[in-house]
């Protein structure tokens, strides 16, 4: 039986618990950019089809020179909607091979949807408030990941606070308030901004569950997913509030 006095037993602990804590550490880093990079990749995406569609003839397919929909647009619209729901609802029942494709559809009709940006507002505009967005994000998720403040406490706050400003803008489309307008675009980036740090810590937090499990590479996507839409919504309440229309 060892000597738990024994100096020799007791110096080789620390190496163990070092050495899982570096595996932890090595594999939750691996886990984190994974995510990023699915993200990223999926902005880029839709930053590239957003681009090449908007300068196409078959821009006319789907929306007006006035960036009205046409029927086929009102599918591209809202198919995207589909696809979240979809990998939301069903990503225990689908592959992670089938869950990759659903994101990088759900990139590409974005791409097709936000075309329309592009005629709505200047070139440099946009590219401006996607730099900010993305400095703001980086800032955002960075310290979601590395504070020790538990953030669960927010959730359930912010996400009533976006269907709150889903209601509103709603009822925008009957009222036209510009102050209304307003309001909503500026909340909205406060909601986002603040679900980015959440996700970031949440998603971090589910490497403790997933980690070495089968469903790993599937919420990695579903992480890259959520904090793609954190970025692509911050971006859009940022374009309303500074970008210049046309």
Same mark, same amino acid.
């Given at each position: ?17 070092? @050495? ?43 929306? $007006? ?11 591209? *619209? ?6 979240? *729901? ?12 089938? @869950? ?38 980086? $800032?955002? $998720? ?17 996400? *009533? ?7 509103? *803008? ?12 307003? @309001? ?63």
């Amino acid at each position: 039986m060892a000597n738990w006095s024994d100096p020799r037993a007791t110096a080789a602990r620390p190496t163990i618990v070092d @050495a899982r804590g570096a595996a932890y550490d090595a594999g939750l880093r691996s886990y984190m950019l994974s995510v990023y990079n699915y993200m990223a990749s999926g902005v880029l995406l839709t930053g590239v089809v957003a681009l090449l569609f908007a300068n196409s003839p078959y821009m006319s397919l789907l929306f $007006s020179p006035q960036g009205r929909p046409s029927g086929l647009g009102y599918i591209v *619209m809202f198919a995207p909607l589909g696809v979240v *729901m979809w990998l939301s609802f069903g990503i225990n029942r689908i592959s992670e091979t089938t @869950a990759k494709a659903l994101f990088w559809a759900y990139a590409t009709l974005m791409g097709l949807s936000l075309s329309t940006l592009l005629l709505a507002y200047t070139g440099a505009s946009v590219a401006q408030t996607f730099f900010a967005s993305a400095a703001a994000f980086g $800032s955002l $998720s960075l310290w979601g990941y590395t504070t020790k403040r538990d953030l669960s406490g927010m959730g359930s706050f912010l996400i *009533m606070g976006v269907i709150g400003i889903a209601v509103a *803008m709603l009822i925008n489309l009957f009222m036209q308030s510009s102050a209304l307008d307003l @309001a909503v675009s500026v909340i909205g980036v406060l909601l986002f901004a603040g679900l980015t740090a959440y996700d970031t810590q949440r998603i971090k937090s589910m490497y403790f569950s997933v980690a070495g499990s089968s469903f790993a590479g599937k919420s990695v996507v579903m992480g890259a997913l959520q904090l793609y839409l954190d970025f692509i919504n911050m971006f859009l309440f940022l374009l309303r509030l500074f970008g210049d229309r046309r």
